[in-house]
């Protein structure tokens, strides 16, 4: 008797102990369990393709302390919208500036990389990882070159950069200057007629460029990641003329 006693003791015990291993604590939620993870999200939109007129550059040789800017231009050339979720330079010196907004086919827009050379020495080479809605869904932007130390006995010396000025004889965008968008606003003689507009920097960089089926109104671009200074927008509508306006990005 007693031994038959131990042993349904012995069953009982065993029950509790599996049921209370099988049953989760309450006080953890779900949130605590999920390990973070640094890596960006990666856009859960239709594949497209992009494609980069220059995806590397070799800035040269720098002095320790020089900034570099580059302006890396590519085009969408798949079928759907191309929306960059992310960029991330590899190291705090290299920072990228990126369009937040989707991206037409066909369209081509530009990313500004700019690498701060402070407390570098010798060979550099820095990567830039941009996320989109593309098949591998990262892919990498380089900036390199080679940095010398600074020479004993100089010093920096802070360079006022003159102010950005349009020409007298370019149509100014609104609103000008901008540290946002431009609105380019078309007559209604205009609507449904096709047009191209290019945006381009004073020594000729290609920074936008949009072909549109038939105009509707105002057309908007983000330029908020364009470095500051001015830039001239081409508005070619049909066959007429083409129209050359102006514009400053400010920060």
Same mark, same amino acid.
């Given at each position: ?208 460029? &949009? ?28 066959? &007429? ?11």
């Amino acid at each position: 008797m007693q031994t038959k006693l131990a042993v349904l003791l012995i069953a009982v015990l065993s029950f509790f102990t599996i049921n209370v291993i099988a049953q989760p604590d309450k006080n953890i939620e779900f949130a605590d369990l999920v390990i973070e993870d640094d890596a960006p999200e990666i856009p859960t939109l239709p594949i497209t393709i992009i494609e980069f007129a220059e995806p590397s550059y070799d800035f040269g040789t720098i002095e320790s302390g020089d900034i570099v800017s580059k302006v890396f231009t590519f085009t969408n050339t798949g079928d759907e919208f191309l929306v960059l979720s992310n960029a991330k330079g590899s190291c705090g010196c290299t920072v990228p500036q990126w369009p937040k907004d989707p991206i037409a086919p066909g369209e081509t827009a530009s990313i500004t990389v700019e690498f701060d050379s402070k407390n570098k020495k010798g060979l550099q080479s820095k990567r830039v990882t941009i996320t989109a809605n593309t098949d591998p869904a990262q892919f990498f932007l380089t900036v390199k070159g080679e940095v010398l130390a600074k020479e004993e006995g100089t010093t920096d010396v802070a360079v006022e950069e003159p102010a950005a000025e349009i020409s007298p004889d370019c149509f100014a965008i609104y609103p000008n200057p901008t540290a946002e968008i431009v609105k380019l606003e078309v007559e209604k003689t205009s609507f449904g007629l096709p047009a191209t507009i290019s945006i381009h920097s004073k020594t000729g960089q290609l920074m936008a460029k &949009r072909e549109i089926e038939a105009l509707e109104g105002i057309v908007e671009f983000s330029v908020g990641h364009y470095p500051s200074d001015a830039y001239v927008a081409t508005l070619q509508i049909g066959d &007429r003329k083409p129209e050359v306006r102006c514009f400053v990005v400010v920060d």
